[in-house]
């Protein structure tokens, strides 16, 4: 079946974290955080951070080597088959994706961008950070924030908001910009508050569970009514606590006495619910439009090939003390028709492996895609955790391979493992910042240096000597 034709319908379910991390040490357990235990097997995470420690010596550091929070991600998530796509980090705001296995070959035109609203746009502290990608052919984007601060910037907020959307673009014909996708969602430390109530009426609803009462007044619900483009995004009820400001390693708000500039006392923190979620399916174009238009053409598209997302977890974690803030967990059911049904490159082990000789794969091109002489096939543990993480790699062929042509390429003995144990291959294509082929699981065979080299004992009549 080709990726035009009628494509067969499946669900997804998305994971989506946000949290404020206050420059904390990430916990040692994220099991709850990416609910693992649940029956339902999760496909998509996609997680965003604010505030993850950006000293100028940490930040260089991270840069070379993954941060400490993107390290327990990976750690975590990568023995549960799941690998990191890709992510994104401008100073303290980081934003990741992580896939199961079988779904990798069907994300392609991975791309991500940054954009600074921090000191006048020229620092990193606040802003947006996004990802981009094509889901079975559906076009989503993921932008994390971290918005303005303090009870009375709530137009700022916007501000930079509409900002971050008009100066964030992609190198994608058809979605150049964050709200040409056919699903975005907004989410992050947008910072809107509550306004008006004083903090014993706050805090009294909030004990009481009776979040409804605090609800007209939280900023981000009050500026919908007034904003056209915020009426375009979509949000779950706030039936969970406000998830600002915690004392830390607890659940009782903030109790610190503030200081101000001359030694006074300040006010506490008002709780508020300042860690949202929010999602936008793309509007149909009006009928007067202009017929042949490419908006038009996506929304034909559309119809063709639906999108349908309904939330069915938008909650607060409270087990979590090392911030101020609480994570928020937005899960969602995507179902979709797909697009297309098979990976651009099939790959495949020859032969047998082991590293007592050079080894063979072959590949073969399925789909025109853009090809680059930078292309590689990477040798991966069953349980890699990115693309960056094989074992041993060797460049793809450097000049066009003709459609449905397998093509033949060499790994080096001496980079092979030594010990026997379960890989894969994968085709990495640069131009589309992703694999986009992988191969069934195959076994490489234990080498015979690996005995001369003391790695295994050596079988003499039987015995292990």
Same mark, same amino acid.
Not at 187 to 192: A, E, S, Y
Not at 193 to 200: A, L, P, V
Not at 291 to 307: C, K, M
């Given at each position: 079946m080709s990726a035009r034709q009628a494509g067969a319908k499946q669900t997804c379910r998305l994971h989506m974290v946000t949290w404020n991390v206050a420059t904390a040490e990430p916990p040692c357990d994220v099991t709850s955080l990416l609910q693992l235990d649940s029956r339902q097997a999760t496909d998509i995470y996609v997680i965003g951070l604010q505030e993850v420690s950006a000293t100028p010596v940490r930040y260089i550091s991270d840069l070379i080597?993954?941060?400490?929070?993107?390290?327990?991600?990976?750690?975590?998530?990568?023995?549960?088959?799941y690998v990191k796509v890709t992510s994104v980090r401008m100073q303290g705001l980081l934003i990741l994706l992580f896939a199961k296995q079988a779904h990798i070959p069907y994300i392609r035109d991975v791309q991500t961008t940054y954009t600074r609203t921090g000191i006048y746009g020229y620092w990193g502290n606040k802003g947006g950070v996004s990802i981009?990608?094509?889901?079975?052919?559906?076009?989503?984007?993921?932008?994390?924030?971290?918005?303005?601060?303090?009870?009375?910037?709530?137009?700022?907020? !916007? *501000?930079?908001?509409?900002?971050?959307?008009?100066?964030?673009?992609? %190198? =994608?014909? #058809?979605?150049?910009?964050?709200?040409?996708?056919?699903?975005?969602?907004?989410?992050?430390?947008?910072?809107?508050?509550?306004?008006?109530?004083?903090?014993?009426?706050?805090r009294s609803s909030i004990e009481g569970g009776r979040y409804n009462l605090l609800w007209q007044k939280d900023q981000l619900t009050m500026m919908k009514k007034k904003e056209p483009l915020l009426q375009e995004f979509e949000e779950g009820p706030l039936q969970f606590k406000p998830t600002y400001k915690f004392d830390r390693f607890s659940e009782t708000?903030?109790?610190?006495?503030?200081?101000?500039?001359?030694?006074?006392?300040?006010?506490?923190?008002?709780?508020?619910?300042?860690?949202?979620?929010?999602?936008?399916?793309?509007?149909?174009?009006?009928?007067?439009?202009?017929?042949?238009?490419?908006?038009?053409?996506? !929304? *034909?598209?559309?119809?063709?090939?639906?999108?349908?997302?309904?939330? %069915? =977890?938008? #909650?607060?974690?409270?087990?979590?003390?090392?911030?101020d803030h609480k994570p928020v967990i937005g899960i969602f059911t995507l179902e979709l028709r797909k697009k297309v049904e098979r990976p651009l490159v099939s790959v495949a082990a020859e032969g047998v492996w082991s590293a007592d000789d050079n080894a063979l794969a072959s590949y073969t091109i399925q789909e025109p895609f853009p090809a680059s002489t930078y292309d590689w096939v990477g040798l991966y543990k069953t349980d890699f955790k990115s693309p960056l993480d094989y074992v041993a790699f060797t460049w793809a062929k450097d000049y066009e391979v003709p459609i449905n042509d397998s093509v033949k390429v060499c790994m080096k003995g001496d980079d092979l493992p030594l010990l026997s144990g379960q890989y894969m291959l994968g085709y990495y294509s640069t131009n589309?910042?992703?694999?986009?082929?992988?191969?069934?699981?195959?076994?490489?065979?234990?080498?015979?240096?690996?005995?001369?080299?003391?790695?295994?004992?050596?079988?003499?009549?039987?015995?292990?000597?």
């Open positions: 080597m993954e941060d400490s929070w993107t390290h327990v991600l990976m750690d975590t998530l990568a023995p549960k088959g981009r990608f094509s889901f079975y052919g559906h076009m989503l984007c993921f932008l994390n924030c971290h918005l303005a601060a303090h009870m009375n910037y709530a137009l700022q907020r !916007v *501000d930079e908001f509409e900002y971050i959307l008009d100066t964030q673009d992609f %190198d =994608v014909n #058809n979605t150049p910009n964050v709200l040409d996708h056919k699903v975005v969602f907004w989410f992050g430390d947008l910072n809107f508050r509550i306004s008006d109530h004083g903090m014993h009426f706050l708000y903030d109790s610190s006495i503030q200081k101000t500039w001359f030694g006074f006392n300040g006010k506490k923190r008002k709780p508020a619910w300042t860690d949202r979620i929010l999602w936008r399916i793309r509007p149909k174009v009006a009928e007067d439009d202009e017929e042949g238009s490419s908006t038009a053409s996506l !929304v *034909d598209d559309d119809d063709e090939y639906p999108l349908k997302v309904a939330q %069915d =977890v938008y #909650n607060c974690n409270m087990e979590y003390g090392v911030s589309m910042q992703s694999i986009v082929g992988l191969s069934p699981t195959f076994v490489i065979q234990e080498s015979k240096l690996a005995v001369l080299e003391g790695l295994v004992p050596e079988d003499i009549n039987g015995l292990d000597k």
